[in-house]
């Protein structure tokens, strides 16, 4: 039984808590295993969860019962507010991409991949073999396990040209999942009060960071082959900017991927003006129609600090990501990471590491591609048929999401409220722009759960937008 079923069990019980007199006795286990068809263990975890809720009450050898109402009494934290003052930075709600999906709806607004492209059964061994360890009880280097940082930087000396010299586990630093990697360069080598450059449109996550670590951002306009390299060097001139944050493969939202022309040009541009590049290579696992190849795998002079997260394509319960950067940065972001958190639990690293370094990775990840292939043309199929009003500028070779623009004038936020009413999640695109949006957007994964219902999901998008839903 699953903890699906303990909540499911747990919700029908509320409702009978609801209507029951303070002091009723609960019915017996046994009776409610009956009453659900599912095992004890199963109906004790329901009955725990009303129990932290404060809706039932064990007495041991007695039985479980329901508990008096509390009268809820409006506490007044308005103290807090002077002791508060003003936040420093404000910072947005969480994302919409976040929200849970509400039973039955469609959801094409998450980020994350369903169970069924993740290496599960792989994990679950892992995990097992991880758990009779002594990574259990042991504390792990404040950069990371040695083997860990090895494999990433052999993963980006795997795309290292001859003549470049490769990247070694020296240089990498094992992150908590690559967010808190973000804000720790934003943090560590912008500084507060300074500039970054960033992809406009780019990782809405990025933009929370770079606000939380108080940086300034400056958008560079983006399209699907990347930025122009002369606006770049026109923006890192006029305002003095030290770093550019981007996505040059399979960008979220855009699905974007930069010509090897655009990356060596970017490179250049950022060489020239004693310039970091902060590629956030978050996609490497997910291409699709094209080869992954980063920028950083062509720099060995430390402009580029490079970001790759397992967090996608290992499991979204596995946060291990790491950091790739040379010389003082390497040290600066090591120290800030330090402060942050210490170090990241062994007991992940070694999962993740055990995960990427079997053959069913290898095998897991040529799987892959097609499996996204088949989802990505089934949207796009999707959405050309039955949303026909919308425009997708770009079909990407890569990545997890397509960005579809809406008729001038649609509100994207309002749009996928409406589209919430109508049983389906879409995420607005306006979280994705550092300044305002240069269109009307909603992005839609086609990672996520049931691909069956993505023909429903865009017909019942269509509805909306064309103001019958
Ligand atoms: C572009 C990009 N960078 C970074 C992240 C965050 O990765 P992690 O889950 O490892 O923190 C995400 C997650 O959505 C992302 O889309």
């Not at 002791?83 to 469609?106: K, Q």
């Not at 290579?281 to 002079?301: L, M």
């Not at 949303?387 to 999401?401: I, K, M, S, T, Y």
Request: charged share 20%; aromatic share 6%.
């Amino acid at each position: 039984m699953t903890e699906d079923s303990a909540s499911r069990i747990a919700a029908d019980l509320r409702d009978w808590v609801a209507t029951a007199a303070p002091g009723t006795r609960v019915p017996s286990s046994r009776a409610l295993v009956d009453r659900w068809g599912a095992s004890a263990a199963t109906v004790q975890r329901a009955i725990r969860l009303l129990a932290t809720e404060g809706l039932v009450e064990a007495r041991p050898g007695v039985g479980t019962f329901v508990r008096a109402v509390r009268t809820a009494r409006p506490q007044d934290y308005g103290w807090q507010t002077t002791a508060l003052r003003s936040p420093g930075v404000r910072l947005p709600e969480p994302s919409w991409s976040m929200r849970p999906t509400p039973e039955g709806a469609i959801g094409l607004h998450a980020g994350y991949p369903d169970r069924e492209l993740l290496p599960e059964r792989a994990l679950r061994a892992a995990l097992g073999r991880a758990a009779r360890s002594d990574a259990v009880l042991s504390r792990a280097p404040v950069a990371g396990l040695p083997e860990l940082r090895a494999w990433f930087a052999a993963e980006l000396a795997s795309a290292t040209p001859a003549g470049v010299s490769p990247p070694t586990g020296g240089d990498v630093l094992v992150l908590p999942g690559s967010q808190s990697g973000l804000s720790s360069i934003f943090r560590a080598l912008v500084g507060a009060g300074r500039p970054v450059l960033v992809e406009s449109p780019t990782y809405w996550g990025a933009i929370l960071a770079a606000a939380q670590a108080g940086v300034q951002v400056v958008p560079v306009a983006s399209g699907p082959a990347g930025p122009d390299p002369d606006d770049l060097r026109r923006a890192i001139t006029e305002t003095g900017a030290r770093a550019f944050y981007a996505q040059p493969v399979f960008a979220n939202p855009t699905g974007a991927h930069w010509s090897a022309e655009t990356r060596a040009d970017v490179l250049d541009v950022v060489r020239a003006h004693g310039a970091f590049l902060i590629e956030d290579d978050w996609a490497r696992d997910f291409g699709i129609d094209a080869e992954p190849v980063p920028v950083a795998a062509h720099d060995d002079a430390g402009h580029v600090v490079y970001v790759r997260s397992l967090t996608k394509s290992v499991s979204p319960a596995i946060r291990i990501a790491a950091v790739v950067a040379r010389g003082p940065a390497r040290e600066r972001l090591l120290r800030d990471g330090g402060a942050a958190s210490m170090y990241v639990s062994g007991l992940l690293q070694a999962a993740a590491l055990d995960v990427v370094t079997q053959p069913a990775w290898t095998r897991h990840l040529r799987h892959l591609g097609p499996q996204l292939r088949a989802r990505r043309d089934l949207l796009v199929s999707a959405v050309r048929e039955h949303v026909p009003d919308a425009h997708l500028e770009h079909v990407p070779a890569g990545g997890l999401n397509l960005w579809l623009r809406l008729p001038d004038g649609v509100e994207p936020r309002a749009f996928a409220r409406a589209c919430e009413a109508a049983g389906v999640l879409v995420a607005p695109g306006t979280e994705w722009f550092p300044a305002e949006p240069a269109g009307p957007y909603v992005r839609l994964n086609y990672s996520g759960p049931d691909p069956g219902a993505f023909a429903e999901g865009a017909r019942r998008i269509g509805a909306v937008l064309a103001g019958t839903g």
